[in-house]
């Protein structure tokens, strides 16, 4: 069994990269890969416990695509752990861009009336460089301005919220030609998180695989079994890995454990030979 996507502290999760591994260690999982947002960061720590405690670390980041519908695209890549690589220096980029809009958002709090700050927020995360709208909608509950996370989300940080503020994105296609740059690969990840069923989420899928994406989340922490069935089958019908993990954030995603998602999720180890052996040629 593994998960090849979970979050730490270095990103939007609350537990370190060493305690993360030692959950994948607990739930029985024979390889882990840590995928926080936008960074590289963690992964050293990840594995250098992942070595102790006899675990296979697989390096990994999570990406955030321009969106194709309404919803948003969520790009995995793995195999990449090199700072200085293609795909470190547009890591790079993108944590910049991002700090330009958490300061903006701030900002745009303030104008609002509710007094969370930038410094607030980073409180919430534990270190300025995981900042992210998770950690301001924290903030937001603390000071009273809305009575959930997904309260803040919906009324303020969402797409088309009153505080919302846009950030750079890639396009899918270019987010695989920076793993493939580096020697590594792109998996879509949560598929339904796109907003598309059928035909439309089909065609999505069919041109992110001619971009040269290597894989498809179908086993994820919160699908159902008929969901991941479907997309299961759908990864076959364009040549996709059907790839798995839990999506797992510590105490933010109370639902969802390292290894288990909500109890039912067991991605088989076979998956992960399965990714490598679409690694490029070096």
């Known amino acids: 069994m593994i998960d090849l996507h979970t979050h730490s502290d270095v990103s939007d999760g609350t537990d370190p990269p060493e305690q993360v591994v030692e959950r994948a260690v607990a739930a029985g999982c024979s390889a882990l890969s840590l995928t926080d947002h936008d960074s590289l960061g963690g992964l050293v720590r990840a594995r250098v416990r992942a070595a102790a405690l006899g675990l296979r670390f697989v390096p990994g980041c999570e990406i955030s695509c321009r ?13 990449v752990d090199d700072e200085s690589s293609t795909l470190g220096a547009e890591l790079v980029r993108l944590r910049d861009d991002r700090h330009r809009r958490n300061l903006a ?8 009336g509710i007094a969370v700050t930038f410094e607030m927020a980073a409180t919430r995360a534990g270190h300025v460089e995981g900042v992210g709208r998770p950690h301001f909608a924290r903030a937001m509950v603390d000071v009273g301005a809305v009575t959930s ?3 803040a989300f919906d009324r303020y940080l969402g797409t088309g919220g009153a505080a919302y503020v846009p950030k750079a994105r ?3 296609a270019e987010a695989a030609a920076l ?10 990840a ?4 796109l907003g598309l069923e059928g035909a439309e989420l089909a065609r999505v899928v069919g041109e992110l695989a001619e971009a040269g994406f290597a894989g498809l989340e179908a086993a994820y922490g919160r699908y159902s079994p008929r969901q991941r069935a479907e997309l299961g089958h759908l990864a076959r019908r364009f040549g996709l890995v059907a790839t798995g993990g839990s999506d797992s954030h510590g105490a933010t995603t109370p639902d969802l ?3 288990t998602g909500r109890g039912d999720l067991k991605v088989a180890d076979r998956v992960l030979a399965e990714l490598e052996a679409r690694r490029p040629a070096p």
């Not at 793993?179 to 879509?188: I, N």
């Not at 949560?190 to 998180?193: C, E, N, T």
């Open 105 to 112: 958002l701030a900002d745009r709090l303030a104008e609002l």
């Open 149 to 151: 996370v997904e309260e």
């Open 179 to 188: 793993a493939a740059a580096s020697g590594g690969v792109a998996v879509l």
């Open 67 to 79: 969106p194709v519908a309404t919803g948003g695209m969520h790009v995995l890549i793995y195999f």
């Open 170 to 172: 890639l396009s899918g």
């Open 190 to 193: 949560h598929p339904y998180s």
């Open 257 to 259: 454990a390292v290894g």
